[in-house]
């Protein structure tokens, strides 16, 4: 068993090696899972199997030695150094290998549900969200708010809330799913979504605006038209580059690009049914729908809500819109 668990963590230690190198593409859900399911076999087998050895082991010392004291003691002989005790600490304690496998299922268990049906913490990458969102926030997403998922396989099993107008939500990227991205949700299936001139529009309606002081971008040193914006319930914020054009370039031939239509002016598309429209609050700094098109339900991970951490920004902590 010792050679056996030696290669089973090698595998492990050389799958995150080769992700962490950029050798191969990981996918932390996946390895969380097998990691969950071998860890779970061994702490199984330490239970049922290898403890009850060892506890057998150290029984049968101690009536061996008990044995051997009744024996010297019809010899006369009463007085035996016979200390046990360490001997039989040493028989019930637990091998490298189990301390290396099933005393880790209990953390790793926790870890796996929590993040899989929960919670899962996300840092934001880039100031697309800006001024949502900050590069380098530290967000926890909602796993269960949109119904719950079985991990990797991503198979719904429960219906959550329905997905609003306004959410900020996670998601996995289009064209390559391994990776997450997070936008704001503009378009639920069989919206009409308009941007155009820089001006929002969903079903033939300019979403209302107010005007703010400019936003200061710490990221870019630059400051941005800064406006309110009313999207669904609450209202949120968004920022604007002047220096921009509003016609979108380099968009994808993406599946469902025939619902959309490019001009100089931008895009207007019709949502297609069980897909959604994204966008970024840094309207102008942003790739998302407009660019490579819309986002399945079966992508969706979950419900942005809370900024758990931003080291270089504690004031950065606490929940958005």
Known sequence: M???TSLVLAAFVGYAGAWYTGFIEGNFALLLLLATVVTGIYWLAERFVFLPQRQKAAAQLEAETAQRRADLA????DKVDTDIKEAQEKLLMQPWWLDWTAGLFPVIVVVFILRSFLF??????SGSMIPTLHIGDLILVNKFHYGVRLPVANIKLTDGTPVQRGDVMVFRYPPKPTVDYIKRVVGVPGDE?????KKLTINGKELPTQALPDFFDESTMRYFKHRSETLGAKPHQTIL????PAFIPGADQFPGRENCNYTVEGVTC?????????????RDNSLDSRYWGFVP??????KAFFVWMNFGNLKRIGAFD
């Open 270 to 282: 019709k949502v297609p049914t069980g897909h959604y429209f994204m966008m970024g609050d840094n």
């Open 297 to 302: 339900d079966a992508n969706i991970v979950g």
């Open 241 to 244: 580059d002047d220096d921009r």
């Open 2 to 4: 010792q050679f056996l």
């Open 120 to 125: 899962e913490p996300f840092k934001i990458p």
């Open 74 to 77: 019809k010899m006369g002989i």
């Open 193 to 197: 979504v308009a941007y155009l001139n």
